[in-house]
T-cell receptor, first 115, second 114 residues
Framework: DQQVKQNSPSLSVQEGRISILNCDYT??????FLWYKKYPAEGPTFLIS?????DKNEDGRFTVFLNKSAKHLSLHIVPSQPGDSAVYFC??????????????FGGGTRLMVKP | DSGVTQTPKHLITATGQRVTLRCSPR?????VYWYQQSLDQGLQFLIQ???????AKGNILERFSAQQFPDLHSELNLSSLELGDSALYFC?????????????FGEGSRLTVL
């Protein structure tokens, strides 16, 4: 049972255009969402996050939008650059009784930005 | 460089064997997490330790076990290995419980079971 889904395994965009990566979740207990970026042969690195009390968070070229009613979030990259080519993982966090942190990750979307 | 060190980077072994993966967290981080990434799959949470104690558990097989030592490094032990255990195993760390914070990932240990 995939609680966090990234339905597009890959996405190709032209340099300078907008990249939109989507993520859907099913667990209504998720209240914090993160995006990680992963280059080949490296571990994932944190990109941007959003709390469920917000519907938008912006950091430079990266903006995350959250639609709680649709259980959907998206990552917008504007303008896209070739260096953005990587695998992007959506992740979600829910409060657990023992205060541990069990981030649930989506399957990832491979973004290719063409020069 | 995230500051999280994982060894070995690559490991090839046979079915039925046992291996140990090691993780040194960032200096000062108390939490260590283990994730498994199978081919073209997302990261599956295995287990979290905080200051030596188990704090959260995911879909970790009974053949797998982990611990966090007093110096805060962690080891993931995989036994009775099967072909399906071939995967990238990531360790991550965070200063505290990281409910609302980021995790810092190591480069991963690639396990191949033949």
């Amino acid at each position: 049972d995939q609680q966090v889904k990234q339905n597009s395994p890959s996405l190709s965009v032209q340099e300078g255009r907008i990249s939109i990566l989507n993520c859907d979740y099913t667990n209504s207990m998720f209240d914090y969402f993160l995006w990680y970026k992963k280059y080949p042969a490296e571990g994932p690195t944190f990109l941007i996050s959003i709390s469920s009390i917000k519907d938008k968070n912006e950091d430079g070229r990266f903006t995350v939008f959250l639609n709680k009613s649709a259980k959907h979030l998206s990552l917008h990259i504007v303008p896209s650059q070739p260096g953005d080519s990587a695998v992007y993982f959506c992740a979600a966090s829910a409060r657990v009784d023992n205060a541990g942190n069990m981030l649930t990750f989506g399957g990832g979307t491979r973004l290719m930005v063409k020069p | 460089d995230s500051g999280v060190t994982q060894t070995p980077k690559h490991l090839i072994t046979a079915t039925g064997q046992r291996v140990t993966l090691r993780c040194s967290p960032r200096s000062g981080d108390l939490s260590v997490y283990w994730y498994q990434q199978s081919l073209d799959q997302g990261l599956q949470f295995l287990i979290q330790y905080y200051n030596g104690e188990e704090r959260a558990k995911g879909n970790i097989l009974e053949r797998f076990s982990a611990q966090q030592f007093p110096d805060l490094h962690s080891e993931l032990n995989l036994s009775s290995l099967e072909l399906g255990d071939s995967a990238l195993y990531f360790c991550a760390s965070s200063p505290g419980q990281a409910r609302f914070g980021e995790l810092f990932f190591g480069e991963g240990s690639r396990l191949t079971v033949l």
